[in-house]
Nanobody, 125 residues
Framework: QVQLVESGGGLVQAGGSLRLSCAASGRTFSRCAMGWFRQAPGKEREFVAGISWGGSITSYVDSVKGRFTISRDNAKNAVYLQMNSLEPEDTDVYYC??????????????????WGQGTQVTVSS
């Protein structure tokens, strides 16, 4: 079992920054490809960023490239999402997700077995 807890969300003005953190339990974290997803009311859960279990490979949805950076610290069982130049369109609940035993990144939410409870990000114009 892998348990994930997100933190770091909040209210920020357009152009500002936030850093989301995801704390994971268990030693299996180092064998989990990790991802960040976001979901607005009435919308499908959307892939935002992913990172391989070693941290050497990352992937981003086009809309956040150059603005968001995903990283991980396996020694701390943590994954992060640094969000810069935030836009109102980034307003969503953000979820941390884990894919145990898989190094490769997937953009499909159904592939990820472990999910956090979500953290709200609100960007004002």
């Amino acid at each position: 079992q892998v348990q994930l807890v997100e933190s770091g969300g909040g209210l920020v003005q357009a152009g500002g920054s936030l850093r989301l953190s995801c704390a994971a339990s268990g030693r299996t974290f180092s064998r989990c490809a990790m991802g960040w997803f976001r979901q607005a009311p009435g919308k499908e859960r959307e892939f935002v960023a992913g990172i391989s279990w070693g941290g050497s490979i990352t992937s981003y949805v086009d809309s956040v490239k150059g603005r968001f950076t995903i990283s991980r610290d396996n020694a701390k069982n943590a994954v992060y999402l640094q969000m810069n130049s935030l836009e109102p369109e980034d307003t969503d609940v953000y979820y941390c997700a884990g894919r145990n035993g898989a190094n490769m990144i997937s953009r499909e939410a159904s592939v990820y077995a472990y999910w956090g409870q979500g953290t709200q990000v609100t960007v004002s114009s």
